[in-house]
């Protein structure tokens, strides 16, 4: 285990992106900001986990996912303020396995206005870990991107027969967008028993950058939860109970915007062990109702064109695994599942005789069986050998319209065969070798698949409800489309000496029957259909740092991937460009500060058929600091984007939105110069 203090905190050294990557320097004032996130914590890498604490600040990020941007590989496809899709090494949305304290969240957005990483506000955080490079099969159902898990604050239990209080309170605040969130944790524990109530709300206005407002940009959320946990004797148990509740906010990128969303989840977890078998087992259920409006937060289209969309989501998942000792290693089987359905209609509040059904009972129900061992196999080696089985099944209810256009449309797919069954097969291999005290060295391989989302498999009208994409195109699905497949090999150094420490990794992923969205032949009512496509991926990303003294350390990260189709002369869509971080902090018995640089380089390896629109590059610069006032009460505070740079990050898409300060057509760009301020209070 490899434990390094990193400082994932706002600004510094501007210097080397900007020598090592010169075309910068011509087009920084074209930024933006990236994000708010300003997260100080303790980076840990243990078995190829990467670990964001976000304890000490926690209430600047309006969701996890701002976090991704602190990972080597990882960065956020952002729709919206509360809308960040997890992208990691060129692939995101369902690809990139997410998990949230442990179980997957349903979405109900088919658009993905409420993507997993939204489901826990800031001030609610614990922190981040995401799994670098070939996650295990035993880390989710569907890992062909990787696997991320976002925790929740938690009351730990006592040390004692006697309760005792524990709790937290989070205040933070933020100038860009007059922003303001609030949280609380309140519970009682001793050594077996833990009892606790949660509460957080937050609220934004439209966020401001050089060149004016970014309208509808706003933001609202509150969150309540409670939970109860056991422990005694080798066993524990967690019931768990959470309702978020999104008000009106606004996604620039997508056609519409957030009106409302309501998402309840239970869950419950054990483990513990029986005889030489350590189990573990979980059940959990969650239930969205989203709705989303073109009329509510942007200039009214007129009562012809006003559009509602209400949707729904279920999802019940479950897991039950048994590891023991075998052969110098640990052996771990088991079984899992997740059952989800949608449904989605659209309507006019003007013309009640305007109706779609656009997804009907919308089935995607996945059971997996999985086995993986973990051990020694010689003299300084170690290995992981994994596989599993996925049998996925899908289906869809008649649809139908009150529009006559849509007529044939809706008799095809009412009368085609919607079920279809997928059995996929992932495995994983991987090889480490000690190869001195401080330096470990990596070699893996893995086949991993992913079907098609309901989305994509049951979009019959030419609609944009494309999980997303924010591209502006009209899409069809496909029943016939096959899983995707994808094989990959990775290669590791893991170095650590004296209070330094690089972390390179490089990868090369082939992935046949990539899901793309590809032009009709000839006329046809709707821009792209998911089809399948060949891809290929492939890159590196690295995190190092060096301690120079007792109170000065540096730290950074590096990412880069290519991403392009096989079959034809084009690249992959929305994927980020050469980008990195670099930062220098200076650490005091009782506060520190840390000078961020945030660089960019420019994308213009863009895809044709998305007609996506290269992006510059840029860099910022970024201050911050916290002071602990005493032992349980911590002060902390900076200023992003410094030198309130003019940005567009590539991964920010296009706005949709009439009447703001950025034109319709035009890339979203990033937060002005921001001052935030957080207060944290534990006890």
Known sequence: MLVRRKTCAAAGCLLVPFVLFPGIAQTAEEATRLGTVTVTGTAVEE?????????EVPGIAPDAASLLHKVPGANVNRNGALTGIAQYRGLYGDRVNVR???????????????PPLSFISGTQLEGLEVIRGIAPVSSGLETLGGTMHARSIRPAFGGGDDMEARGSLRLSGATVNDAGAAGVLAGVTNRTHRFYLSGSRERGDDIEFDGGTIRPSRHERDSYGLGYGYRRDGHAADVDVAHLDTGPTGTPSLPMDIEMSDTDTVSTEYSGYLGAHAVHGQLFHSDVHHTMT??????????????????????????????????????????????????????NPANPSFLVVNFNDAERNVYGLFGEWDGAIGAGWRSEFGLRLNHVHTNAGPVSSTMAPMAPLVAAFNSADRSRDDNNLDWVARFNHVLSDSTDFELGFARKTRSP???????????????????????????????EVSHQVELALTMAAAGSYLEPRVFYRDVSDYIQGVPPTGAAPYDLKFS???ATLYGADAAWGYRIDARWRVDGIVSYVRGKRDDVSDNLYRIAPLNGTLGLTYIA?????????????????????????????????????????????????????????????HLAGINRAAGSDVPVGVR????????????????
């Open 294 to 347: 073109n009329f509510l937060l942007r200039p009214d289209p007129g009562a012809a064109n006003r559009r509602l969309s209400t949707s729904d989501g279920t999802g019940t998942g479950y897991r039950l695994d048994v590891g023991r000792a075998l052969g110098g290693g640990k052996l771990l089987v088991g079984v899992d599942g997740q059952l989800a359905t949608h449904d989605a209609v659209i309507t």
């Open 589 to 649: 018995p009782a506060w520190e500060v840390t000078a961020e640089g945030v660089f960019y380089e420019r994308q213009n390896k863009v895809s044709a058929y998305n007609d996506e629109t290269p992006s510059a590059g840029y860099a910022l610069m970024n201050l911050s600091g916290k002071y602990r006032i005493q032992q349980d009460l911590t002060l902390s505070g900076g200023v992003g984007n410094v030198f309130d740079r003019r940005y567009a990050p």
């Open 453 to 483: 989302s309901y989305q994509e498999r049951y979009l019959w009208a030419p609609l944009e409800a494309t999980a997303g994409l924010a591209d502006g195109k009209t899409y069809l699905g496909d029943i016939d489309l096959d899983p």
């Open 100 to 114: 949230i304290n442990g179980i997957t969240v349903q979405e109900g957005c088919t658009n993905s206005m409420d």
């Open 532 to 534: 399948n496509v060949d």
């Open 668 to 683: 979203v760009p990033g937060e002005g110069r921001n001052f935030y301020l957080a207060l944290q209070l534990d006890w």
């Open 47 to 55: 078995e190829n986990s990467y670990q964001l604490d976000a304890e």
